[in-house]
């Protein structure tokens, strides 16, 4: 089955420096590669995702990269605010029948002021 | 994005009782997925809540421990049977929206004294 490797787990910059969040799959068949960002005392919710037939995708600071042949897909967050603070989660799965996501470990983001 | 809803949102248990949780969505789905987040953990897949049928567990999930009912495709229940304090985790439902991406609910925290 897949298996989803997330690093680093703590991650701490200044305000308006950017995060490098990283993640490697294990699963080749494995298309959709979703991002979520976990508030404390929320569930998790969806913020950027990106499939196997593109390489990267923006939306305002936050933008994803995706390396189908290295198997690894990364977060970035540019001029990061406060308000950026919190768990950020990876997962992969197919997107066919056999459909689960899979999530990585964790990271948790603080954003000094 | 679905809306979906848990209740309770949090409740306190005794050892060796039971507690179902309930999961509504806001439209049809057509997948449904149980989660659990053990206190400063990642997300584990419990099962996929097929309607009509018997869920879909994954390893170290057992149906006698965690029942689960879809009477419909926009309503699913969780239990969590014969309750011991290594219960105690956030349990999150799941629903895919038509294009594929995974959207959850807030949780329902419990805690096993």
């Known amino acids: 089955g897949e298996n989803v490797e997330q690093h680093p787990s703590t991650l701490s910059v200044q305000e308006g420096d950017s995060a490098v969040i990283k993640c490697t799959y294990s699963d080749s068949a494995s298309n959709y590669f979703p991002w979520y960002k976990q508030e404390l005392g929320k569930g998790p919710q969806l913020i950027i995702d990106i499939r196997s037939n593109v390489g990267e995708k923006k939306d305002q600071r936050i933008a994803v990269t995706l390396n189908k042949t290295a198997k690894h897909f990364s977060l970035h967050i540019t001029e990061t605010q406060p308000e950026d603070s919190a768990v950020y989660f990876c997962?992969?799965?197919?997107?066919?029948?056999?459909?689960?996501?899979?999530f990585g470990s964790g990271t948790r983001l603080l954003v000094r002021p | 994005s679905a809306v979906i809803s848990q209740k309770p949102s949090r409740d306190i248990c005794q050892r060796g009782t039971s507690l179902t949780i309930q999961c509504q969505v806001d439209?049809?789905?057509?997948?449904m997925f149980w989660y659990r987040q053990q206190p400063g953990q990642s997300l584990t897949l419990i099962a996929t809540?097929?309607?009509?049928?018997?869920?879909?567990?994954e390893s170290g999930f057992v149906i006698d421990k965690f029942p689960i009912s879809r009477p419909n495709l926009t309503f699913s229940t969780l239990t969590v049977s014969n309750m011991s304090p290594e219960d105690s985790s956030i349990y999150l439902c799941?629903?895919?929206?038509?294009?594929?991406?995974?959207?959850f609910g807030e949780g329902s925290r419990l805690t096993v004294l």
């Open positions: 809540a097929n309607q009509g049928s018997e869920a879909t567990y």
């Open positions: 439209s049809q789905v057509t997948m």
């Open positions: 799941s629903a895919r929206g038509n294009t594929g991406e995974l959207f």
């Open positions: 997962a992969a799965s197919r997107m066919d029948s056999s459909y689960k996501l899979i």
